[in-house]
């Protein structure tokens, strides 16, 4: 008896692997636990449907829920066998898509998941988280603005401030990289005030103690530093220059300056196992105290002074840089030629050069003179134009570097203070500089990655 074979042919790709890390991770049973649905629910279970989905998601790079159906379709048999049940294209129609954003869109459900998916993982990896960084970014995209919706127009970091935006304020584990807590949040706010619930959103889901927080300068908000404190953690981060003015951060280099205090040597390891030197620099603590919850925290805070090297070299390049582009800019002040502007009056020659020191970031650094040459010419008569003494004016820019004042500025070069209360038998002079910023961030002077901005645009 003759039977018809049929051949059924589908493209397994990654599918398998991302699977089976999702059920290590326990993705599936953990939402199906904070996020239980109506008894009319059919087909295979929320946190099935969405680990398939963000298994789509993954494989195919695409986030648009009417692309999903089509996909499974296709790929049932390899779904079936994955899961170990029956798995219906239908499970994944746009409605069903939907509803499940609609249940995971409820916050207090979904920071309950967050933090016990984040209790597994710790225990599944054996992990031992020490340390965790925080910091917010902003998408942007061409959104209209309600009153509700998270999409508002604020400072722009990607300076379009035409354009709504939103915030994320993201904390992950170091060195893994893995975020622990994701807050997304309206785009008008300031990033100063996201840290506190970050850290508290952290502690729910890690509950742990003694965490290391490293952030920028907008976590150095004294209110910050005591919220960590009261918690029995600890915080590592730039102080800036709104709390640390030029004057105070000059008296604690004085003492560097005339000798008196000795720096400590801060090296890292290069690939080739040689030490290289980095920065140097010396601690010295402060007394603080602050209130959390009506109840008054006293602490030590070591301040830790610390020179870059290579940005120390970095700016005296950008120095000289703009010293020299400058003074080209001024001599072109001084030209006579067909399209440029004759200058005949001294006030006029002055705010055109005042323009070009601050565009340049040099006040403070040269000595602008102006020199006012006036002639007189006698006019003969000429046509309806009477003979007569003419006064003629002619100004000139004379520039000058002030040298004391260049050496001054190249003196603070690569300093800056990090503020941390973690004890130096815990977090060493050279662990808190190497712990601060990765390797492509130290290379470049402490400074911030300046990665491009998110952008979002609406299907």
Not at 52 to 71: A, F, K, M, P, Y
Not at 193 to 213: D, F, S, T
Not at 401 to 411: T, W
Request: charged share 25%.
């Amino acid at each position: 008896m003759n039977k018809n074979l049929t051949i059924t042919n589908e493209l397994v790709e990654d599918i398998p692997v991302l699977l089976a890390q999702m059920e290590r991770m326990g993705i599936q049973p953990t939402l199906d636990e904070y996020f239980p649905t109506h008894g009319n629910w059919r087909g295979i279970s929320l946190g099935w449907t969405s680990a398939i989905w963000l298994t789509h998601i993954l494989s195919q790079g695409d986030h648009r829920l009417n692309q999903v159906e089509d996909w499974a379709e296709k790929r049932l048999e390899t779904l079936e066998g994955c899961i170990g049940q029956a798995v219906r294209a239908l499970d994944f129609s746009d409605d069903r898509l939907e509803s499940i954003v609609l249940a995971l869109s409820d916050d207090q459900r979904w920071r309950e998941f967050e933090a016990a998916l984040n209790q597994h993982l710790l225990r599944v990896y054996d992990l031992n988280p020490e340390r965790v960084r925080l910091d917010s970014t902003s998408a942007s995209g061409y959104w209209r603005v309600t009153e509700e919706g998270l999409f508002q127009l604020g400072h722009s970091k990607n300076h379009r401030p035409d354009l709504p935006q939103v915030k994320v304020m993201l904390s992950a584990l170091d060195p893994l990289g893995m975020p622990v807590a994701t807050q997304v949040l309206s785009g008008e706010r300031a990033d100063n005030p996201l840290y506190i619930p970050a850290i508290a959103q952290v502690r729910e889901g890690v509950k742990q103690e003694g965490l290391l927080y490293v952030g920028d300068c907008k976590m150095a908000a004294i209110g910050t530093r005591a919220f960590t404190q009261a918690g029995g953690d600890f915080y590592l981060c730039p102080l800036p220059a709104v709390q640390l003015p030029n004057t105070e951060l000059e008296s604690y280099l004085n003492p560097v300056w005339s000798g008196e205090q000795p720096l400590t040597s801060i090296y890292r390891q290069k690939q080739d196992g040689k030490p290289e030197q980095i920065a140097e620099g010396y601690e010295r603590t402060e007394s603080l105290s602050a209130v959390v919850d009506g109840k008054t925290i006293d602490w030590i805070e070591r301040r830790l002074v610390i020179r870059s090297l290579q940005q120390a070299k970095m700016a005296e390049a950008g120095l000289q840089t703009r010293m020299k582009n400058a003074q080209a800019a001024l001599e072109v002040l001084n030209e006579r030629k067909p399209g440029r502007t004759h200058f005949r009056d001294v006030e006029l020659l002055r705010q055109a050069a005042e323009v070009i020191v601050k565009k340049h970031r040099l006040e403070g650094l040269l000595n602008l003179n102006y020199e006012e040459q006036i002639k007189e010419r006698w006019l003969q008569r000429y046509g309806e134009r009477p003979a007569g003494i003419r006064v003629e004016r002619e100004v000139r820019l004379h520039i000058e570097v002030d040298q004391e004042a260049v050496n001054k500025a190249r003196r603070r070069f690569g300093w800056r203070v990090y503020v941390t209360n973690q004890p130096g038998e815990q977090l060493s002079l050279t662990q808190a500089v190497l712990a601060y910023r990765d390797e492509y961030l130290i290379e470049r002077g402490f400074g911030r990655l300046k990665g491009k901005p998110l952008s979002l645009t609406p299907m």
